[in-house]
């Protein structure tokens, strides 16, 4: 210790209050001087300085002094100052040994630092010398020698050193002096010594001040009166069997325990040679542990021996015989360790809870453990149990530090608890268990998941709208709104139109309504992606596809392209009369707008004017002659086809499909008696009830126009007034197409087409009625005569149909 640097400062403290202070930086630790019964709050060094910190950081670093015993010293977070926090008596703190040494831990965190800090008390001399007994008998015989010596009951400071018992001074008189010896172990005692013969009849009782005085400064001093009764007769010191007795005690010693038995034997007989023991010099301690049987001097455990309070004691023993000659002997007890403290965990930090995504190897609790036992006694272990992401790092002196060893994930693991195990090494050891609680806050490291990647639904046609088609879902295992999944759509477009006016989806449940009716005919299927978000900051998301299969309803019946539907042309296929079994006659082509099975058409004929003779293929359409066909065979032949699909209902057309046996075409002109064969039984009534409805009404309006030119003065006005229509309906339904506000067309054309598939070459063609046309609106105005005329007109028309 050469850079040992001493400081002495005389404090303005009561008597010489007197300061040493002892600095050894050098190694690390640091080591303090104070005396005794210094006032709190003194300061005892710069603990910042003499360690190199800022004081500053002293409260950030939550800087504490760690002790195991009592708290007498403190930190001053402020200066950085070691001070006084409780007044010490080093008597009561340490008894007699020489040296009192409070021991302390600076601990500072971030990083983990520890500082070992000794105290050393000083002793100051606050105590005087004591005897044990203040009153100290002897009986001598008027015979003893000169020079004879009587050993006296040493005194007792509680003080060490200098300031313990340093010397004894005797009332002065004329027959005795004292003798001080030095003691083995530093103490003195003193012997009374006779320097002049006694005489009992000049002097029967001697009483004598003996005076025992400390080194300390000022000095303090204590007596006890010495009694001399002179006797007549001769007797024997009692002499002890060894000068010392040395003894080991377990601690924990029953009560009632021998430590040993003490004698002492006197040569002299009856009262004289009666020994009887007694301490002559124990400590105030000691005094509560032990007693001793006067008469047979055994000694006995009589509290409770504790080795962490005190290893080894030192008693003082006198024997005494009746007439009060006494010698003493000294009994060492050393008190031998058990393994009786169990280690003590103590946490002196936690960080709690610790994210998850903490690093590997960050620093999640600071751990002190001791024990007070000595030796092998407190050797500790310290573990933890296995399979959890944690580890013990030792640290210094004492010290583990709890770190994580892999990464942390709350999502498996949200909680542990930490049982901290430390065992001595005593035999049989002794262990202790902590428990520690960590838990692992969230951190909004999972992106919601959907279930599946890419969800299909299907939704039938026509349905309604705010039909929910299709529900997704996407987990997020996060914690509160880091784990709150909201859905939403990625705004596309599809077929041009915001895929919002298709669909929405519920934010919260994730089911997909449709916004509108679909149409299988318009598209059949689109794709919409869906976003799944989590409330966290910042939101993770992921999307999944969602494809919307639109499927077919039968919802269209056939549409029948050849031959073109009533009303809109008359086709007639020529068949010509040659022609043989199976030979191809006409093909119905119809479509459907459905799909699959909906558009699947079978055709079928459910009236025809020989049922015999054509056949139509039942999914072709094709139309085939059964037979060969003969002379006798009508010329004219009319099929009705039905057109059916397979849907669910099944959804059916029909159509007709003019038939004519002949290979000329100037037998055309019949075509016309042939075409309206089946309805012409219903025209036929049509123009007979339009003929006598027309007849009727001229007829009238001959009488009325009679009337009204006889009664011209008497009525001159109109009896029709206002306009009247001929309603359209009553004109044959393929007479004519109508266009507009129901004017007829004036013209009509001759359509030609190519039948696909007949290998007849044949035309159609749609007959003309263009030479009689009518303007639509016949109103009965002023001009009679025209209207009568125009009424001839079309009566005239009708007749020739
Ligand atoms: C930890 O201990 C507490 C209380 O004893 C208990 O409620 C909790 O479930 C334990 N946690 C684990 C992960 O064992
Ligand atoms: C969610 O995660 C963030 C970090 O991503 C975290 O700060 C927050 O505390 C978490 N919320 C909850 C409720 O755990
Ligand atoms: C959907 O996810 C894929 C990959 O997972 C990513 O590339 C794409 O950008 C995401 N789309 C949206 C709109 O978030």
Redesign the pocket.
Known sequence: MDCKVELKMRGPLFWSLFLLLELHPCNGDLSYSLSEETKRGHAVGDLAKDLGLDAKTLAARNARLDDSSKRYADLNLNTGDLIVAETMDREMLCGSRMNCILNYEIVLENPLEVHRVSLNIDDINDNAPKFLNERITFEIHESAAKGQRFRLDEARDSDIGQNGVNGYSLQRNDHFSLFVHDNKNGRKYAELVLDKELDREQQKDIDLILTAVDGGNPQRSGTATIHITVLDANDNVPVFSQPVYKVSLAENAPLGAEVVTVSATDADEGANGAVSYEFSNIADDAAQLFTINKVTGQMKVSGDIDYEKEAYYEIGVQAKDGSGLASTANVIIDISDINDNAPKIMLTSLKNPIPENAAVGTEVAIINVQDKDSAENRQIRCSIQQNVPFKLNPSIKNYFSLVTTSPLDREKEADYNITITATDGGSPPLSSFKTIHISISDVNDNPPVFEEPSYNAYVAENNKPGTSICSVTARDPDWRQNGTVLYSL?SSEVNGVPVSSFLSINADTGVIHAVRSFDYEQFRNFKV?V?ARDNGSPPL???ATVSVFITDENDNSPQILYPAPEGKSLMTEMVPKAALSGSLVSKVIAVDADSGQNAWLSYHIVKSTDPGLFSIGLHSGEIRAQRDISESDSMKQNLVISVKDNGQPALSTSCSVYLLISDNLAEVPELKDMTYEESSSKLTSYLIIALVSVSTFFLTFIILILAVRFCRRRKPRLLFDGAVAIPSAYLPPNYAEVEGAGTLRSSYNYDAYLTTGSHTSDFKFIRSYNDNTLPATLTLKGNHIYLVQKLLGFIAAVYLI
């Open positions: 990625v992606q976003v998301s992921s999307n």
